[in-house]
T-cell receptor
Framework: GENVEQHPSTLSVQEGDSAVIKCTYS??????FPWYKQELGKGPQLIID?????GEKKDQRIAVTLNKTAKHFSLHITETQPEDSAVYFC???????????FGKGTTLSVSS | ETGVTQTPRHLVMGMTNKKSLKCEQH?????MYWYKQSAKKPLELMFV???????ENNSVPSRFSPECPNSSHLFLHLHTLQPEDSALYLC??????????????FGPGTRLTVL
C-alpha cells in the first residue's frame, strides 16, 4: 500500500547546528510534499512545501529538496534554535489525490 | 490560530457512551478531513469531505460516523468505542482536495480517552 517512511525518529542537536530529516514515498504519482511542525498541545502547522515540478525550495532557515527519481525528499533546518524543538512530519499526496499520507514523525530537540 | 477550531479539546467517555466531536473552519475552504493521531503512529486519514460530500472513507469502523452539514462544519459521532480508540483526533481543511497541492490547515485536536 501507499506509505511514507521518515527518518530519524528522534534527532538531538546543539543550538546553531543544522538538522536534516529524510522521507521516502512509495507512489510515483504523488505530486505535493508538505512538511508540518507540531508543538505540544497543538495541531500540525505547515512550515514549507514543495511540488513535483520543483527540486528545491528555501524559506529563511528552512529548505526542502525533492528527488523524484529516487522518490525521496528532505527537510533542512540551519542555525537551529531551541524554539525549533518539536515533532516534524513529512507527507505526500495519496494515489487518489484526495488527501495526504504522513510519515511517523521526527522529534527534534535543540539544546542551548 | 489556523482558522480551524475543534471542540471539545478533551473528552473522556465510557465504552457505552455516545458523544460527538465538532470541527469548524473559518477559511472558506471546500474540503475537510478527519485524522487520528495515536502515539508512535503516523497520522491516519479517516474521512474526506469535499463540498459536503464524503469522497473517502479509509476503512474506518462504523462506530465512527462523520457528518458534514455544510462546508464549514464537520462532526465525528462516536458510539460504543474501544479503549484502543483513545487518541488525538485532528480536523483539517483545505481550499480544495489535497491532490491539487492545496495546503491543509489543522485544528488543535480533541484528546479522546475511552475508559
Amino acid at each position: 500500500g501507499e506509505n511514507v517512511e521518515q527518518h530519524p525518529s528522534t534527532l538531538s542537536v546543539q543550538e546553531g547546528d543544522s538538522a536534516v530529516i529524510k522521507c521516502t514515498y512509495s507512489d510515483s504519482a504523488s505530486n505535493y510534499f508538505p512538511w508540518y511542525k507540531q508543538e505540544l498541545g497543538k495541531g500540525p502547522q505547515l512550515i514549507i512545501d514543495i511540488r513535483s515540478n520543483v527540486g528545491e525550495k528555501k524559506d529563511q532557515r528552512i529548505a526542502v529538496t525533492l528527488n523524484k527519481t529516487a522518490k525521496h525528499f528532505s527537510l533542512h533546518i540551519t542555525e537551529t534554535q531551541p524554539e525549533d524543538s518539536a515533532v516534524y512530519f513529512c507527507a505526500a499526496t495519496t494515489k487518489a489525490g484526495t488527501a495526504l499520507i504522513f510519515g511517523k514523525g521526527t522529534t527534534l530537540s535543540v539544546s542551548s | 490560530e489556523t482558522g480551524v477550531t475543534q471542540t471539545p479539546r478533551h473528552l473522556v467517555m465510557g465504552m457505552t457512551n455516545k458523544k460527538s466531536l465538532k470541527c469548524e473552519q473559518h477559511l472558506g475552504h471546500n474540503a475537510m478531513y478527519w485524522y487520528k493521531q495515536s502515539a508512535k503512529k503516523p497520522l491516519e486519514l479517516m474521512f474526506v469531505y469535499n463540498f459536503k460530500e464524503q469522497t473517502e472513507n479509509n476503512s474506518v469502523p462504523s462506530r465512527f460516523s462523520p457528518e458534514c452539514p455544510n462546508s464549514s462544519h464537520l462532526f465525528l459521532h462516536l458510539h460504543t468505542l474501544q479503549p484502543e480508540d483513545s487518541a488525538l483526533y485532528l480536523c483539517a481543511s483545505s481550499q480544495d482536495l489535497a491532490g491539487g497541492g492545496n495546503t491543509q490547515y489543522f485544528g488543535p485536536g480533541t484528546r479522546l480517552t475511552v475508559l
